[in-house]
């Protein structure tokens, strides 16, 4: 069941890149209309959510464990109308401020990006969701003090979460329904303004709020899964065929595409010159001095410390108050030092990565071979990921030899576990500064905009409900295993769906910035 769930959420997080990669081998469109259609998502429901919580206060939505005031079909209705508004007419306002990206195949680019960012957000959400799930299987949840209503909802979800491992499809089969619908509204919306007639803006409007209000109103009568996709296809059907009909008649233009063999070899290529490179700027050894250096001094300076106190003069009576250490404070010392020293040379060894190349000229010699843009950046973050990767290896070995020695024995399955939580914790911030490093004129530039993102992500950490699905949740979640060395420590697989999706997400923007510079 926790394998077909992961496939599923990994899915919803990649699908709509994916069908992306593929279109592009066919059509002329930048990645940065995919990120677009990302941008015109989050900003259709900073207006979104408020409009609901503002109605939900007026009394004309009910809150989640209150009967409705009104039929059911009216607040269906409702709920689809402000989602159509809100979203049909942020993707209006993309095309308004895209005037010279305006052709067919640019609103399906723009559609998948909207459609697929809300279905990396439904990961997440799904993940953090399965993780509650999986810590209340044989619990008994009379025992949870809960509300007649929630409790009913959690023991339908956990019914739902026991069944065949194929109900992990279902979320998925939404997604790819949702996300094509997606598409045939951005074209619709497109097909506003190269027709310069709003009947399709308000069609497009109609159409949202119709399969909205549709689908409100059988979650509300029932709870089979089946009949809600079933019902979301049969609406979906007649844009789809629309949107057949109109590729036909509105044929996009077509780009010559290279054989993958080729890109493959010179993504492979490029990985090696990166590795090569990293070995002879001496990058490889001065990332794994330091994590060696921490990954040794952490346990030496847990156990130690104590006695260190001790021989100060002075400082002895400050000594006896500190408890014996223990391999739980060993575990401690190596997560708060690595996650500081390592946070600072992903950021210092990343910002020069484009930003140095495109400097030095060496990035438009590289690129004349020839060698596609995604490949030279997706190199530089395989090469990077690698180096980090044996940089965790030896210090983690080498901090759980010393532990061992001085504490006794140590889980060795746990303590990689808690080493592969630091590590994708410390990918998403290589990410974040291989964005900079794109984004930046030069590398002070990159620097700036590498820790400037760096710092935004640590400080949503400290959000009340989002926080803890924030990469530093990962941080606290080793932090738990170290501490309670594994025992009842409940998952956390939202956190490891927001560093996925963060890592795509930097991804994306660095290839869509690259992409649109000339060299």
């Given at each position: 069941m926790i394998l077909t769930y992961a496939l599923a959420i990994l899915l919803m997080l990649g699908l709509a890149i994916a069908v992306t990669v593929l279109l592009r081998r066919r059509v002329k469109a930048p990645w940065f209309l995919f990120l677009v259609g990302v941008a015109t998502f989050a900003g259709s429901q900073a207006v979104h959510l408020p409009l609901n919580e503002g109605l939900t206060r007026l009394g004309w939505l009910p809150e989640q464990t209150q009967t409705p005031a009104f039929p059911l079909w009216c607040t269906a209705l409702l709920l689809g109308l402000t989602s159509g508004l809100c979203e049909e007419s942020a993707r209006a306002l993309g095309y308004a401020l895209l005037p010279r990206w305006r052709r067919f195949e640019h609103s399906l680019l723009l559609g998948l990006g909207h459609g697929g960012f809300e279905a990396m957000v439904l990961g997440v959400l799904t993940a953090a969701s399965l993780s509650s799930l999986a810590a209340l299987r044989g619990v008994d949840l009379q025992t949870l003090a809960l509300p007649p209503e929630q409790l009913a909802a959690l023991t339908a979800q956990l019914t739902v979460f026991e069944q065949s491992p194929l109900s992990a499809a279902l979320p998925l089969l939404e997604r790819v329904l949702a996300m094509t619908l997606h598409v045939v509204l951005s074209a619709l919306v497109w097909r506003a303004f190269v027709s310069r007639k709003a009947i399709y803006y308000l069609a497009a409007v109609a159409y949202h709020a119709?399969?909205?209000?549709?689908?409100?109103?059988?979650?509300?009568?029932?709870?089979?899964?089946?009949?809600?996709?079933?019902?979301?296809?049969?609406?979906?059907?007649?844009?789809?065929?629309?949107?057949?009909?109109?590729?036909?008649?509105?044929?996009?233009?077509?780009?010559?595409?290279?054989?993958?063999?080729?890109?493959?070899?010179?993504?492979?290529?490029?990985?090696?010159?990166?590795?090569?490179?990293?070995?002879?700027?001496?990058?490889?050894?001065?990332?794994?001095?330091?994590?060696?250096?921490?990954?040794?001094?952490?346990?030496?300076?847990?156990?130690?410390?104590?006695?260190?106190?001790?021989?100060?003069?002075?400082?002895?009576?400050?000594?006896?108050?500190?408890?014996?250490?223990?391999?739980?404070?060993?575990?401690?010392?190596?997560?708060?030092?690595?996650?500081?020293?390592?946070?600072?040379?992903?950021?210092?060894?990343?910002?020069?990565?484009?930003?140095?190349?495109?400097?030095?000229?060496?990035?438009?010699?590289?690129?004349?071979?020839?060698?596609?843009?995604?490949?030279?950046?997706?190199?530089?973050?395989?090469?990077?990921?690698?180096?980090?990767?044996?940089?965790?290896?030896?210090?983690?070995?080498?901090?759980?030899?010393?532990?061992?020695?001085?504490?006794?024995?140590?889980?060795?399955?746990?303590?990689?576990?808690?080493?592969?939580?630091?590590?994708?914790?410390?990918?998403?911030?290589?990410?974040?500064?291989?964005?900079?490093?794109?984004?930046?004129?030069?590398?002070?530039?990159?620097?700036?905009?590498?820790?400037?993102?760096?710092?935004?992500?640590?400080?949503?950490?400290?959000?009340?409900?989002?926080?803890?699905?924030?990469?530093?949740?990962?941080?606290?979640?080793?932090?738990?295993?170290?501490?309670?060395?594994?025992?009842?420590?409940?998952?956390?697989?939202?956190?490891?769906?927001?560093?996925?999706?963060?890592?795509?997400?930097?991804?994306?923007?660095?290839?869509?910035?690259?992409?649109?510079?000339?060299?």
């Open positions: 119709a399969a909205n209000a549709a689908l409100v109103t059988i979650a509300g009568t029932t709870d089979n899964a089946l009949l809600t996709y079933a019902v979301l296809a049969l609406l979906l059907a007649p844009g789809l065929w629309w949107l057949v009909r109109l590729w036909r008649k509105t044929p996009p233009a077509l780009s010559p595409a290279t054989p993958y063999k080729v890109e493959v070899a010179a993504f492979l290529a490029a990985t090696r010159k990166e590795l090569l490179q990293q070995w002879r700027t001496k990058r490889v050894l001065v990332v794994a001095a330091v994590f060696i250096l921490f990954g040794l001094f952490s346990p030496l300076l847990a156990y130690f410390t104590p006695q260190l106190l001790g021989s100060i003069e002075g400082a002895e009576m400050f000594a006896d108050l500190i408890p014996t250490p223990t391999a739980v404070d060993a575990i401690g010392q190596y997560l708060k030092n690595l996650s500081q020293f390592g946070f600072i040379i992903a950021v210092l060894l990343g910002m020069g990565a484009v930003a140095g190349e495109r400097e030095r000229g060496t990035a438009a010699l590289v690129l004349s071979k020839p060698l596609p843009r995604w490949a030279f950046i997706l190199s530089k973050f395989t090469a990077q990921t690698v180096v980090y990767a044996g940089g965790f290896l030896v210090a983690g070995l080498g901090a759980y030899s010393y532990t061992v020695v001085l504490f006794g024995a140590l889980d060795f399955g746990l303590f990689m576990a808690i080493n592969a939580l630091l590590f994708l914790w410390l990918m998403v911030f290589v990410a974040v500064a291989l964005l900079g490093s794109a984004l930046g004129g030069s590398t002070g530039a990159a620097a700036g905009i590498g820790l400037g993102g760096a710092v935004a992500l640590l400080l949503a950490g400290s959000l009340p409900r989002v926080g803890p699905l924030m990469p530093g949740g990962l941080l606290a979640w080793a932090g738990q295993l170290g501490a309670l060395k594994g025992a009842a420590v409940p998952s956390n697989g939202g956190a490891i769906a927001t560093a996925g999706a963060l890592i795509l997400l930097c991804l994306l923007g660095a290839l869509a910035a690259f992409e649109r510079q000339e060299l």
